[in-house]
């Protein structure tokens, strides 16, 4: 008998039921450990008319383009805090930005490997180890600094993104391949647009 079954037999006066009892099963089971449900690196078998062989490959791809993505995401907010400078305003307004669509990214690239039934990246330690972004010092850096440093991130990232949305296409999954080329490509080349345009020397008040 499941203990919900039990529960709503004492409490329709089937069984007499205490005070005890019923804080018993409101009482929060704490410190409980078992087995992972899902090894990292296998998948589940979902009817998405994909192969095996296609969503390992395919999840193989996405939790790379993942853990670049949350990495050039921190790497944002880190100068979304640090920026100085004449242009610390405007700056500041657009790296907060950058962060806000690179989050919407990662989270839907997390989704669409759990949706292949395979296990996403989720934790900084996991990040530090696999990305292929260089880590930046703790320290405080100058703005071209920085838009340097990102704009190299952005770089890294792309290769990987075309790279990914071939090998998605040529295993036959639209679905990635279309994440991969409409929402991670397009956004990140916007963002790389924008933040390139802040390393041009034009004059401000006349022209050379």
């Known amino acids: 008998m499941s203990v919900k079954t039990e529960v709503s037999k ?16 409101a009482q929060p089971h ?8 899902q090894p990292y690196g296998t998948v589940l078998r979902y009817p998405l008319a994909l192969g095996e062989k296609a969503r390992v490959e395919s999840v193989a791809v996405l939790n ?9 995401r921190d790497l944002y907010k880190k100068h979304h805090w640090q920026v100085s400078g004449a242009t610390f305003h405007q700056l500041h307004l657009l790296y907060d930005k950058h962060f806000l669509e690179q989050s919407g990214l990662v989270d839907a690239i997390a989704e669409r490997v759990q949706m292949l039934g395979g296990v996403s990246i989720a934790m900084a330690a996991d990040v530090a180890e696999l990305t292929m972004i260089p880590r930046p010092p703790r320290g405080r850096e100058q703005v071209p600094v920085q838009l340097s440093r990102l704009l190299e991130a952005h770089e890294m990232l792309l290769l990987a993104v075309r790279r990914g949305a071939d090998k998605a296409a040529q295993l036959g999954d639209q679905g990635t391949n279309d994440l991969l080329v409409s929402q991670v490509l397009r956004t990140n080349e916007m963002q790389v647009w924008f933040l390139s345009e802040h390393l041009v020397s034009s004059p401000l008040t006349q022209a050379v």
């Open 30 to 37: 704490f410190h409980q450990h078992a087995h992972e449900i």
């Open 10 to 25: 004492r409490l329709n006066g089937n069984e007499s039921a205490g005070a005890g009892d019923v804080l018993h099963i």
């Open 64 to 72: 790379q383009v993942l853990v670049d993505t949350m990495t050039l």
